[in-house]
Nanobody, 117 residues
Framework: QVQIVESGGGLVQPGGSLRLSCAAS????????MAWYRRAPGKQRELVAY???????NYADSVKGRFTISRDNAKNTVYLQMNSLKPEDTAVYYC???????????WGQGTQVTVSS
């Protein structure tokens, strides 16, 4: 399995921005899905966004127009640019790699994002 390390989380004020990075130990071009999930306190894990190997993207309704997912296959890295952050975006964000079925595959340890004034 691919090893995944997320970075870029932190504390930001409402309306601010953060960029999360997901570095993989293996080439990611073979992974059909690269995705970001999040888990807020007391809530179930939810899919935030995914990008396919042919660069199709999909976003949760709650983040459409604010978040952008991208992948750099040369650097084996996936990014999540988060703008106009809201307190309800507070969660641990996880990077996920899957060769076929979204939700089945490799996971990172997560990075904490806290949106608060």
């Amino acid at each position: 399995q691919v090893q995944i390390v997320e970075s870029g989380g932190g504390l930001v004020q409402p309306g601010g921005s953060l960029r999360l990075s997901c570095a993989a130990s293996k080439i990611i071009c073979s992974y059909y899905y690269m995705a970001w999930y999040r888990r807020a306190p007391g809530k179930q894990r939810e899919l935030v966004a995914y990008i396919t190997s042919d660069r199709n993207t999909n976003y949760a309704d709650s983040v459409k127009g604010r978040f952008t997912i991208s992948r750099d296959n040369a650097k084996n890295t996936v990014y999540l640019q988060m703008n106009s952050l809201k307190p309800e975006d507070t969660a641990v964000y996880y990077c996920h790699a899957s060769t076929g079925v979204l939700g089945v595959g490799s996971w990172g340890q997560g990075t904490q994002v806290t949106v608060s004034s």
